[in-house]
């Protein structure tokens, strides 16, 4: 299973032939730069400034999210028209093989991953490590916007699972385990610096995003993962992650594929959540 999710720098590098003095070979994988975080206004800027041979910058705020709304969450699922005319624009065909990247260990690209999977695009994987791990390698960044050919994919949803705010209540209240991605201190309800109330679903599990990975920002090792999320309770039942925007808890859903544990996104979150009155809202660890 994590050779399905995760890249490392030297393979894509190779599989890229970047700094090989060779043509690029037919059916290079698309490499998607999905530079984002918290507060981040940026990352297009940063991508111009260096990125991965070849990669095309996505915007993950106009590209791989809706219109923010207190009934959907900030960053809603794009419709299936606007995520194929996206798709399109990167370059990506049926067929394609897609990796995705970014600089805050895979984080924000995770999103570009769940959301290719969940329109029908089967092989994509994240890169592990992100930018630092193509720069500790000694590989060549390119400067500059990439314009590619357009691509030809047909988005078509329902590839990955997906829960509504009932559902994930119903995990919470005992019917599988609701995973919480945000940080600790947020779940406890110590600070909120976006949403309107502080806290976490009544029952959810506190498991941050951040503890999928090593000191070295690349996913823990498979059997860390596992025993990561064994601690936390996932077994064989139904599993399903929440963050606070449906973003982070995209990672997290790919840790637990490495893990060999299929875990459904709740898309609207905790900013979908804490905008319902009718919503308990639980604080504490």
């Known amino acids: 299973m994590r050779e399905r999710v995760l890249v490392d720098a030297t393979t894509l590098a190779a599989d890229l032939q970047v700094g090989g003095g060779a043509d690029p070979v037919e059916g290079r ?9 918290l507060g981040m206004t940026d990352g ?3 991508y111009r400034a260096g990125h991965v041979p070849g990669a095309v910058y996505v915007d993950l705020e106009t590209e791989l999210a809706a219109h923010a709304s207190p009934a959907a969450g900030r960053h809603p699922l794009p419709s299936t028209s606007a995520f194929q005319q996206a798709a399109r624009r990167w370059g990506v065909s049926a067929g394609s093989r897609v990796v995705v ?6 984080t924000s690209a995770a999103r570009a991953w769940w959301l290719l999977r969940y329109f029908g ?19 060549v960044l390119e400067p500059g916007d990439v314009t590619p050919e357009p691509g030809d994919v047909v988005a078509q949803p329902g590839g990955m699972p997906v829960l509504d705010a009932d559902e994930a209540a119903a995990l919470a209240s005992g019917a599988g385990v609701l995973l919480d991605a945000r940080a600790a201190e947020r779940y406890r309800g110590e600070v909120e610096p976006v949403d309107p109330q502080a806290g976490h679903v009544p029952g959810a599990v506190s498991a941050p995003t951040t503890e999928n990975l090593g000191a070295d920002g690349r996913f823990l090792s498979t059997a860390d993962l596992r025993r990561r999320f064994g601690a936390l309770g996932v077994s064989t ?8 925007s449906g973003v982070t808890a995209s990672h997290e859903v790919a840790a ?9 996104l709740y898309p609207g ?3 979908q959540w804490s905008n319902d009155p009718a919503r308990e809202v639980a604080t504490g660890a």
């Open 29 to 37: 994988p698309v490499v998607l730069d999905v530079r984002w975080a």
């Open 44 to 46: 297009h800027d940063r």
């Open 101 to 106: 990247y970014d600089s805050v260990g895979g």
């Open 121 to 139: 695009v089967r092989a994509v994987r994240i890169l592990d490590g992100g930018l630092a791990a193509w720069s500790a390698e000694g590989l």
């Open 237 to 244: 039942g139904s599993t399903g992650v929440y963050c606070g």
């Open 256 to 264: 637990l594929a490495v893990a060999g544990v299929d875990a459904a």
């Open 269 to 271: 979150s905790w900013s």
